[in-house]
């Protein structure tokens, strides 16, 4: 009798681990992004940051809708740099419509040449990632700011899709603004000359 009682005590704490277990491991998609940003002067590097992006309401939910509801996917997304002048806040909420407008809380820093379009002074520079490997994915090629002017630069955004994402200072409705950062040794000082050199990693 007592070895039927033990048998079906087993038993019973074999069903309920299995009933609290998952059928398989889990696994999630949570997208992180993370700069490198070499800062070079007179030919010389002089610093380099590295910090992590926060990605956005409207860039989650325009990947899921390229993904899952046949929205039309981005397929070139450009850099920018984000202003210390004016600057308050950035916020998960903050969206393309309201670059450089009181919806956001901070302005465009846009006194730089674009190396990569013929140093067009118009232009974002394009983020052109290699295709991705072990769950992420990088630019090989650095992105290059040739600044123009100086200011001091508080961080980096990522922006792309609708009709013109790669011109300084559009906000118009219908591009998506998939992340901001700041960096994360503080403002970063900037002169005419100087070169800032942006890699930037999505990973999952």
């Known amino acids: 009798m007592n070895r039927l009682n033990v048998k079906q005590t087993a038993g019973v704490e074999l069903v ?16 992180r992004g993370h700069f490198r940003v070499e800062h070079w002067r007179g ?25 899952f509801d046949a929205a039309t996917q981005v397929t070139t997304w450009y850099l920018g740099l984000i202003d210390d002048l004016n600057f308050t806040s950035l916020s ?7 670059i450089n407008q009181a919806g956001n809380g901070w302005d465009e820093f846009t006194d730089y040449t674009d190396a990569g379009n013929g140093d067009s002074a118009l232009t974002r ?4 990632p290699d295709p991705a490997a072990s769950q992420s994915i990088t630019n090989g090629s650095p992105v290059v700011f040739d600044v123009t002017a100086s200011g001091t ?5 990522v922006v792309g899709g609708g009709t013109a994402p790669e011109t300084k200072g559009d906000h118009a409705v ?16 900037v002169q005419n000359g100087d070169q800032l050199k942006v890699t930037y990693t999505v990973s999952a």
């Open 92 to 98: 998960s909420g903050d969206i393309y419509d309201d």
């Open 43 to 67: 030919g010389k590097r002089i610093n380099e940051y590295q910090f992590p992006n926060g990605i956005t309401d409207e860039g989650k939910d325009q990947l899921l809708n390229a993904q």
């Open 174 to 189: 219908g591009s998506t603004l998939w992340a901001t950062a700041l960096f994360g040794s503080g403002d970063v000082p």
């Open 125 to 128: 520079p394009a983020w052109t």
């Open 16 to 31: 309920r681990r299995a009933a609290s277990e998952p059928a398989h491991p889990a696994s999630q998609l949570d997208p």
């Open 153 to 157: 630069v508080k961080g980096v955004f």
